[in-house]
């Protein structure tokens, strides 16, 4: 049977948290510094996010600049890292290709691993249901890229939807690696036990922190961001100034870019990748392994 969080993963050996995008890892991260001392007793360094992406994620993701230089270890082979980030596999704007998710974040997952010079005995992925993972995604991106309309940003067509893809792939690059896999719907509330899950530690040892922002854009915004490009280029300035007017807030609708028949393909989409993944954890003998958290919808 597929395990639950009550099984934990095997503790030996490295930790590479891949993310993805939009699955709670902002907050997941902001768990980790006040765990540092159960993490140390545990034999396990988390590297701090911004030192490491500047050593590490963003020369893989420059195609390799500057010398390598592996992490420090004793002659123990200690410490065992966690390392956590999910610009990893791709940056946002690289995420959507016309056959994958994430094309190349297996091989940008074992580059990186080469280059730090970390053995990850588990791989852990979040996963997210299309329909709103897509709208998530796009509003990300508006933050940090030029305006693009939904619908040229959204040119990934649905047999390209697929989470279990991606898992093979990195199942393939690391044959010796568990590949720990949790859905974002079930995350809520159980941050620290997922994380219990991931290192083998308790879940009190992972204090809460302040709640994430709310994420996404307003309907509004939205809106309100498209007609301006209907009638021209949209600047940054612009982005800002409709975020400000339209406010994502508890009574504002979410940005929802579907009609209900497109929403629930992409739901019996995300179904249908799941149904994908519990065939892997049989054919894998659970190499590949879903977290199934008790009291979380099946």
């Known amino acids: 049977m597929p395990q639950d969080h009550s099984s934990p993963p095997s503790p030996a050996g490295d930790i590479l948290w891949l993310g993805v995008h939009k699955t709670g890892t902002t907050y997941l991260q902001s768990l980790l510094p006040r765990a540092r001392p159960a993490l140390a007793r545990a034999g396990l ?8 992406r500047s050593l590490y994620t963003d020369p893989v993701l420059n195609g390799g600049a500057g010398t390598p230089t592996p992490l420090p270890r004793d002659d123990a082979k200690a410490p065992r890292y966690l390392i956590f980030d999910e610009n990893i596999p ?7 290709s016309r056959h ?22 588990r791989i852990v992925l979040g996963i997210r249901s299309f329909d709103s993972y897509l709208p998530s995604l796009y509003c990300e ?3 940090s890229m030029p305006f693009l309309p939904f619908a040229d940003f959204n040119r990934i067509p649905l047999t390209a939807l697929s989470w279990s893809n991606l898992i093979e792939r990195l199942a393939a ?10 859905r974002a719907e079930d995350l809520k509330g159980r941050e620290a036990d997922l994380l219990a899950w991931v290192t083998g530690l308790a879940s009190q040892d992972f204090p809460a922190a302040p709640g994430p922002v709310r994420e996404g854009f307003s309907q509004g915004a939205i809106d309100a961001l498209h007609e301006l490009h209907r009638q021209g280029p949209v600047s940054r300035q612009d982005v800002v100034r409709c975020l400000e007017a339209h406010p994502r ?5 979410a940005f929802r870019p579907w009609e209900d028949a497109r929403q629930r ?3 019996l989409a995300y179904a249908l990748d799941l149904e994908e993944i519990g065939a892997l954890e049989k054919s894998t003998q659970d190499r590949v ?5 008790k009291g979380a919808a099946s």
């Open 100 to 121: 994958a998710l994430y094309p190349d974040g297996a091989e940008r997952a074992l580059q990186l691993a080469r280059r730090a010079g970390i053995h990850p005995n």
């Open 289 to 293: 392994t879903l977290w199934r958290p």
């Open 45 to 52: 360094l988390h590297v701090g996010l911004a030192a490491f």
């Open 141 to 143: 991106v508006l933050k």
């Open 265 to 267: 393909d992409l739901k």
């Open 90 to 96: 791709a940056l946002v704007q690289d995420v959507l």
């Open 173 to 182: 690059a690391f044959p010796l690696a568990q590949i720990c896999v949790y």
């Open 249 to 253: 807030t508890p009574g504002s609708a």
